[in-house]
């Protein structure tokens, strides 16, 4: 029988378990403090942190019954040790800690963004390799060329400064709408006309290609539906919030799918792998997925819960992690708030 992981997670708002033996899922639990971040705007470090400490025994407790053990069944433990916020790390990380040690088994620090990759493994079976992924996120927007994703992760492109979750977070802010943005703009942008109004498409110019063939950019973006509504608001007209909801989600998406199926096509990657909170946008899975079609490159999506952080991820990267019998990660063990990405566990 295969060891059983289980997995923390803790990087921002959502305190997750998982439990998975080899690529099979046996429980996800996650307790989110979003709402507690709403009337801010946007997540609060320390409100996280508090949310994570409070959460953290009933959502241990939560997935042993789901998944029908308890502590004493688990073989190792996995835990995000970044990259996130400084002080929910260190929540999870301590946690884990306390569980390694009193159940003695070993401990493996993994990267949150390997974790989004690895969770596909959980629908549909072992990763192809080699293989390339679009995470997209919050706090992150990151195209990579994964060759194990237990031990060699490369990153091909970034955001160069707004990731896409927060450009959609700061556009529903000026548009008056709620918190999360993404679900927000979505839902707004289903009565609209994507090409109502043309956005700009950051890193897109045959200047910008030569320099950041693979990189984005989305503040430029923000800027332009600010500066849109503001002259529409000074010219005493309505703000038609539909139109300009989907004709940014729009820009958006264009640019993500475009360079994700161009890297593909540069290095020679025949899969393609979307990970990360904003790939539960529904345009955003329906034009890659038409691009990737014309481009010959198989595309594969995790369900919509396993999109947003959840310990399953990383209990699925640490199964990998564990599968390679690659060495544990020490009792230094710390969190990383700038884990680079082709750290995929941290050895101290």
Known sequence: MEPLVLGIETSCDETGVGLVRGTTLLA?????SVEEHARFGGVVPEVASRAHLEAMVPTLRRACEDAGVTLADVDAVAVTAGPGLAGA???GVGAAKALAWALDVPLYGVNHLDAHVAVCALDGGPLPTPCGALLVSGGHTSLLHVVDVASDVRLLGETVDDAAGEAFDK???LLGLPYPGGPAISAAAADGDPRAIAFPRGLTSARD?????FDFSFSGLKTAVARWVRA???SGRPVPVADVAASFQEAV??????????????HGLETLLL??????????RE????RCAEAGVALRVPRLRLCTDNGAMVAALGAQVVARGLPPSGPGLGGDSSLPVETVLVAA
Request: glycine share 8%.
């Open 28 to 32: 996800d639990a996650v307790a989110s």
């Open 89 to 91: 790390l260190l929540v």
């Open 171 to 173: 556009t529903a802010r």
């Open 209 to 213: 290609l030569e320099r950041h063939r």
């Open 232 to 234: 529409c608001e000074a």
């Open 253 to 266: 998406c264009d640019v993500l799918t475009r360079k994700a199926v161009d890297a593909c096509r540069a």
């Open 275 to 284: 990970g990360g909170g904003v790939s539960a946008n529904g345009r955003l």
């Open 287 to 290: 034009l890659l997925a038409e």
